[in-house]
């Protein structure tokens, strides 16, 4: 456990470090291409950038510090995300960039003085940090998504990062996950999101998973095999969706004669077999994994062989213990700018064996978001509750582009099925055989 004194401190680093990936992400282009719209899917930058200091000071200094707006509150209505959708943001009459940008300065010189003092024992939302750590989540949340931007903007490349390390071959096709109960989601972690709460018991039968996530070799199988021309392997929405919107491959590959490329960042480059596919919509993985003769994880099958420590009974924060990420174990924090080969992180490993679980790809699974059994909506239920029901699926994991202050054992991230251009991939899973143990002997 550590003092409030400690947790002043790790949020202040935390804080800084989302600002400097701000930064890089908002400075890498000039005010014309901040103001742009780069995809009709995703906002302005410089409205993500003035969205974050709005958060910033709408939870920090109004609701814990009590201080008055620093602006006309009609501001707040422009970077709301509920009235304005993503697309008719650009028409609106946003802060430029250069106020945008001493906007968020002078807000988060405030919060750093908040942070000093205001005691953080006294109410829930400030208890252990609460409300700071979650504003520093909704910055590398929205970080990921300014990523996502940039991937999606044309135009010579901005964005530049060393290579991951190299994967490792000769790993297991498929661990084994045996059955039985393990305790999903959490009561102990102090910065965990409401839809992470409660901790609570679920039985999950024997199932197995796929080592590491399908790799661009392997999703290339399906697309070579003709699986976008084949309705046997698409649920029919998915089909459908297949249909209207003219999939033939995953978002950003291309064809050079008999050649597969993927744009990555503004380069074109041939694909690299050993990487995790990414960029692949929920009926993508979903069709794939038919075609493959297997199907997507659930939830609690993920979060089971990411977290349950069959030897304690009890679940990790994280696959590899109860540690940090690190750059050893992960590939966090836009540190690359891609996934990184599989084999690539043994010390990333599970009890399970599974590698990979954090960081690179989001992972889809086959769930649909909704709360846990005694969930409540904390602080606000615009953060998740008010996305429960059959319309998102859960991703898990995170990826290349999410920071380690965003991710968790029980990190739970949805969307739409037919996103993709987020950090998404998949790994699958199938039953185990009726007399496969349940109990390691
Ligand atoms: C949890 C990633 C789905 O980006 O839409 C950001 C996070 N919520 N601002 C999103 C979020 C409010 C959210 N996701
Ligand atoms: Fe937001």
């Not at 024992?121 to 909704?138: E, K, N, S, W, Y």
């Not at 199907?295 to 540690?323: F, I, M, N």
Request: net charge negative; with cysteine; proline share 10%.
């Amino acid at each position: 456990m550590l003092t409030d004194e400690q947790l002043r401190d790790r949020i202040a680093v935390d804080l800084e470090r989302a600002r400097r990936r701000t930064a890089t992400l908002t400075d890498a282009v000039d005010d014309g291409e901040l103001v742009a719209q780069h995809s009709p899917l995703m906002s302005p930058l410089v409205w993500d950038l003035a969205h974050i200091g709005n958060q910033e000071e709408l939870w920090l200094l109004r609701d814990v510090g009590g201080r008055d707006p620093l602006l006309p509150e009609t501001v707040d209505e422009l970077y709301d995300a509920f009235r304005n959708a993503r697309s008719a943001r650009p028409a609106l009459p946003l802060l430029e960039p250069e106020p945008s940008r001493s906007y968020v300065r002078d807000v988060r010189g405030r919060v750093l003085d908040l942070l000093e003092k205001v005691p953080f024992g006294r109410r829930a939302l400030t208890r252990d940090g609460f409300a700071f750590a979650m504003i520093v989540q909704h910055e590398q949340q929205h970080d990921e998504t300014m990523l996502a931007t940039h991937q999606l903007r044309a135009g010579a490349p901005v964005l530049s990062a060393p290579p991951p390390p190299p994967g490792r071959t000769g790993l297991p096709d498929e661990v084994f996950v045996p059955g039985g109960p393990f305790e999903m989601g959490t009561d102990l972690e102090p910065w965990a999101l409401d839809n992470e709460r409660p901790a609570h018991a679920v039985e999950v039968p024997a199932f197995w998973l796929d080592t590491v996530p399908v790799t661009n070799a392997r999703y290339l199988r399906f697309v070579e095999d003709g699986g976008y021309d084949d309705p046997r392997w698409w649920s029919p929405e998915g089909w459908a969706h297949r249909q209207q919107a003219g999939l033939v491959a995953p978002q950003f590959w291309s064809r050079d004669g008999g050649q597969w490329q993927r744009r990555a960042f503004g380069r074109l480059e041939p694909l690299v077999p050993d990487e995790p596919v990414v960029h692949v919509c929920w009926y993508e993985a979903d069709a794939y994994a038919r075609w493959a003769g297997r199907r997507l994880p659930t939830e609690a099958e993920w979060e089971k062989a990411a977290r349950h420590d069959p030897v304690s009974g009890r679940s990790r924060r994280y696959p590899w213990g109860d540690d940090d990420p690190s750059p050893e174990r992960a590939n966090l924090g836009q540190r690359h700018l891609r996934p990184a080969p599989v084999g690539a992180y043994p010390a990333g490993a599970a009890p399970s064996g599974a590698e990979q679980l954090i960081g690179d790809v989001w992972e889809w699974t086959s769930t649909t978001f909704d709360g846990y059994p005694g969930f409540r909506a904390f602080p606000y239920r615009e953060y998740s509750e008010v996305f429960f029901g059959p319309k998102h699926r859960v991703l898990r994991g995170g990826s290349f582009g999410a920071d380690l202050a965003a991710v968790r054992g029980t990190f739970r991230n949805w969307d739409y099925p037919i996103r993709r251009q987020i950090f998404s991939g998949f790994r699958t899973a199938r039953d185990a055989e009726p007399d496969q143990l349940t109990e390691e002997v």
